[in-house]
């Protein structure tokens, strides 16, 4: 406990990747409403994450040669969960659904994942479930159904709902994957393998996009290129460097303030606001998870 992870010269450092990595998880959601326009959400999943492996690729393989070892046996079936799901299905699913839903309204129904994560890791890590962490459920779920009442659009867009849903549920089982790996395998490593697997899951998509890069314009090709090269591969970079320096439920709160930038950004840079009433589902499912958080203080 002597040894301080967070010291007066490093604390600068790691609130600043955890920031960059918020605005920049953000901003995601801004370039996927943009860039849907001209790309369908197979072809922009596909590019993003090429984008994203050969970038994260570069970055790893330019480091001198690691002593960890390449995944053993074990480590692929929770490597193959990770990129499908975490990087595969939640890019597809997430990307479909900005094509029905604003982007402040999609960033809040993505970012109950980490109250799904806490369920989860009730059920497959045997932590139960305090009664805290169920009345935090149930409020959040309270905030779902508000938001899939009311859209920027003024009517409800029930599907889009549903797809920000299953990317949540993606996300969450993603990272109760993930988390094994890390304690045996470099972030690095990790990151790079589930992005390139999520990219190979998309290759099906390949000869749409090829078809859509011909007609999409040159400001939207560079969204999609962004969406690769700054939130996927210098977010998840920064992401790591600071939950190295930190503890992870203080980085796990900080993933709570993307769908506030998030609708700052539409606000900005698209002109969307999502609806009154979407306002406060979204509302009600932050305050779910803050309910449901308290628990794990009180035990830690």
């Known amino acids: 406990m002597t040894t301080v992870v967070e010291a007066p010269s490093k604390t600068p450092l790691v609130t600043a990747a955890a920031a960059v990595t918020v605005v920049l998880w ?14 369908s959400a197979g072809a922009m999943s596909f590019a993003r994450l090429l984008v994203g492996s050969v970038l994260l690729g570069a970055f790893l393989f330019r480091q001198p040669p690691s002593k960890a070892s390449w995944p053993t046996k074990r480590d692929w079936p929770p490597l193959l969960a990770c990129g499908l799901l975490w990087f595969g299905v939640y890019n597809l699913a997430l990307n479909a659904a900005e094509r029905r839903l604003d982007a402040g309204t999609a960033a809040m129904l993505v970012h109950i994942a980490p109250l799904l994560i806490a369920l989860l890791a009730g059920l497959t890590l045997g932590e139960g479930f305090p009664r805290q962490l169920v009345v ?85 090709i560079w969204w999609v290129i962004y969406l690769g ?60 998870v803050a309910i449901s958080r308290r628990t794990g203080r009180k035990e830690a």
Do not use: D, N
Not at 27 to 39: K, L, N, Q
Not at 170 to 177: E, F, I, Q
Not at 247 to 262: E, F, I, L
């Open 136 to 220: 935090g459920s149930l409020v959040a779920f309270g905030g779902v159904v508000l938001i899939a009442m009311s859209t920027s659009t003024g009517r409800a867009e029930t599907w889009g709902v549903v797809l920000c849903v299953i990317a949540a549920i993606s996300y969450a089982v993603g990272v109760v994957t993930q988390k094994p790996l890390l304690s045996r395998l470099p972030a690095a490593q990790v990151t790079w393998l589930a992005c390139t697997i999520g990219a190979i899951a998309c290759l099906p998509y390949a000869p749409t996009l090829v078809s859509e890069l011909r007609t999409a314009s040159a400001g939207t």
């Open 229 to 288: 090269a700054f939130p996927t591969a210098l977010g998840f970079t920064t992401w790591a460097f600071a939950l190295r320096r930190t503890t992870a439920g203080r980085m796990g709160v900080t993933v709570y303030a993307v769908p506030v930038v998030a609708i700052g950004l539409a606000w900005l840079l698209l002109g969307e606001t999502p609806a009154l009433l979407a306002l406060v589902g979204g509302a009600l499912c932050l305050a779910g």
């Open 26 to 39: 953000a901003s995601s959601f801004v370039a996927i409403r943009h860039a849907g326009t001209e790309f």
